[in-house]
């Protein structure tokens, strides 16, 4: 199975800050079907960009991701507070089994 | 819009069976997309469990492949997870969701429902 491994486990940011996550693919992963996902505490992850680059309805704009073959990543132009979360990639393109990476906890400085 | 809420019981004892429902309201799950469940750990870990696509069909994540059984009402727009022989390891927050055919993103979630097992 492709392991996707996501580093910092943890990170914090100041305001403003540019911030960026990353997530390793064990083998390669076709830009299609790698996708992110946000969570804040008791609530369900929710889609945040599928297929790499492209933003699901409601994310802003400072966000953006980017990445091909094992190499992908999530950044934030500008942190603002609302952005603290945990955010998970997850591939969908050498399945079964579809497998999750273990997550980014962004904190607010 | 589409929802999915899951419902069953939140305490199970090992040795036994974890069974949950997971209602879908807004589209019909013959229609399209693969229908999930996924799993988070105490700790946030996510697993992927298994699906049932809109045509019947079911793939199981093969860790899991001897204990997991996907079924669905098609008339009640429910699909149902049951798990076999749980274990404490099973405890988890149990989300169903919706997958997209193809690129398999998961556009909507369940709230999730924890479910815990002990004697």
């Known amino acids: 199975q492709i392991v996707l491994t996501q580093s910092p486990a943890i990170m914090s940011a ?10 390793t693919a064990s083998s390669s992963v076709s830009s299609s079907y790698l996708h992110w996902y946000q969570q804040k505490p008791g609530s369900s992850p929710k889609l945040w960009i599928y297929s790499t680059s492209n933003l699901a309805s409601g994310v802003p704009a400072r966000f953006s991701g980017s990445g091909s073959g094992t190499s992908y990543s999530l950044t934030i132009s500008s942190m603002e507070a609302e952005d603290a979360a945990t955010y998970y990639c997850h591939q969908y393109h050498r399945s079964p089994p579809i497998t999750f990476g273990a997550g980014t906890k962004l904190e607010l400085k | 819009d589409v929802q999915l809420q899951e419902s069953g019981p939140d305490l199970v004892k090992p040795s036994q069976s974890l069974s949950l429902t997971c209602t879908v309201t807004g589209y019909s799950i013959t229609s399209g997309y693969s229908w999930h469940w996924i799993r988070q750990f105490p700790g946030n870990k996510l ?39 749980v274990t404490t390891e099973d405890t988890a927050t149990y989300y169903c969701a919706r997958g997209e055919l193809g690129r398999g993103w998961f556009a909507y979630w369940g709230q999730g429902t924890l479910v815990t097992v002990s004697a």
Do not use: A
Request: aromatic share 12%; net charge positive; proline share 2%.
């Open chain 1, 14 to 23: 100041s305001l403003g800050e540019r911030v960026t996550m990353t997530c």
């Open chain 2, 47 to 85: 697993e992927w469990m298994g699906y049932i696509h809109y045509s019947g069909s079911t793939n199981y994540n093969p860790s899991l492949k001897s204990r997991i059984s996907i079924t669905r009402d098609t008339s009640k727009n429910q699909f149902f997870l049951q798990l076999n022989s």
